[in-house]
C-alpha cells in the first residue's frame, strides 16, 4: 500500500512541478496556486514573471 501512496504523490508532483504556489498554511488556508497580479489560472514561473514585469513596469510609468 505505501509503495502505491508513492506512485501517486509523485505522479502529483509531477502535475504540479513547474507552477507558482502561495504557501498559506499559517492562515489555515493551505497551498494552493497562486492568484496574485491578478491571475485567474494556474501560472508557470515564466508567465508569473511576465506578470510580475509588466505590472513593475506599469508602476514605473
Known amino acids: 500500500m505505501t ?3 508513492n ?6 508532483d509531477l502535475l504540479r512541478h513547474g507552477y ?3 504557501d498559506d498554511r499559517g ?4 497551498i494552493y496556486p497562486s492568484l ?3 491571475n485567474e489560472k494556474k501560472l508557470s514561473f515564466l508567465d508569473w514573471y511576465e506578470y510580475w514585469l509588466d505590472s513593475s ?3 514605473l510609468a
Open 57 to 59: 513596469l506599469s508602476e
Open 27 to 30: 492562515n489555515d488556508a493551505g
Open 36 to 38: 496574485e497580479l491578478g
Open 7 to 12: 506512485r501517486i504523490q509523485e505522479k502529483l
Open 20 to 22: 507558482i504556489w502561495s
Open 3 to 5: 509503495e502505491q501512496l
